[in-house]
């Protein structure tokens, strides 16, 4: 078990250009959630799937968001025409469905500066 | 709809006094209940999790956490605290059905005086 890992840790890009974001969660978890973090606050969610399933998506992951699970296993979070406001911590977690209390488990998120 | 409201954004206290994080919670049902700890450039590490059995619950590093339902609170707390203790600190609720999402509190931020 390695941990849920995401790449690349920081991202530094120019306003107007599309970036793409990795997770790879913990092999046997069937569940993969997206939360973006500002400075100060807290992680919000942003969408999870399911296998390769995406079930919700968040009011906050506009049109230029795009998030993708192939064969259930890895995920990757787009981002074209990026903004400032688009400068964030982007965290993955993964899980093991099981109801209530299943445990998400969190990868070192990627910093994203958009300048 | 459920929420989480953690009391201080910041707590301050001396290496081998006790720790107090406060936490209230929004929830229409019986929830789930987490703390989440934040390391300056670490990810997120659970401490504790609340999911209906015992009220008083023990996590990791000596932290324990109480779920009182009349109160709606969930306040970490640790007897003697460690200068490593010094980090942000998160109270989650998690929406099992909605998928497992978590919805989490501004934030605590722990400073440990020597």
């Known amino acids: 078990d390695t941990g849920v890992s995401q790449n690349p840790r920081h991202k530094i890009t120019k306003r107007g250009q599309n970036v793409t974001f990795r997770c790879d969660p913990i092999?046997?978890?069937?569940?993969l959630y997206w939360y973006r973090q500002t400075l100060g606050q807290g992680p919000e969610f942003l969408t999870y799937?399911?296998?390769?399933?995406?079930?919700?998506k968040s009011r906050l992951l506009s049109d230029r968001f795009s998030a993708e699970r192939p064969k259930g296993s890895f995920s990757t979070l787009e981002i074209q025409r990026t903004e400032q406001g688009d400068s964030a911590m982007y965290l993955c977690?993964?899980?093991?469905?099981?109801?209530?209390?299943?445990?998400?488990?969190f990868g070192p998120g990627t910093r994203l500066l958009v300048l | 709809a459920q929420s989480v409201t953690q009391l201080d954004s910041h707590v301050s206290v001396s290496e081998g006094t006790p720790v107090l994080l406060r936490c209230n919670y929004s929830?229409?049902?019986?929830?789930?209940l987490f703390w989440y700890v934040q390391h300056p450039n670490k990810g997120l590490q659970l401490l504790l999790k609340y999911t209906s059995a015992a009220t008083l619950v023990k996590g990791i590093n000596g932290f324990e956490a109480e779920f009182k339902k009349s109160e709606t609170s969930f306040h970490l707390t640790k007897p003697s605290a460690h200068m490593s203790d010094a980090a942000e600190y998160f109270c989650v609720v998690s929406l099992y059905n909605q998928g497992g999402k978590l919805i989490f509190g501004q934030g605590t931020e722990l400073s440990v005086k020597p």
């Open positions: 799937f399911q296998n390769e399933a995406q079930l919700e």
């Open positions: 977690a993964s899980s093991q469905s099981r109801g209530r209390g299943e445990t998400q488990y």
């Open positions: 929830s229409s049902y019986s929830p789930s």
């Open positions: 092999s046997e978890h069937n569940r």
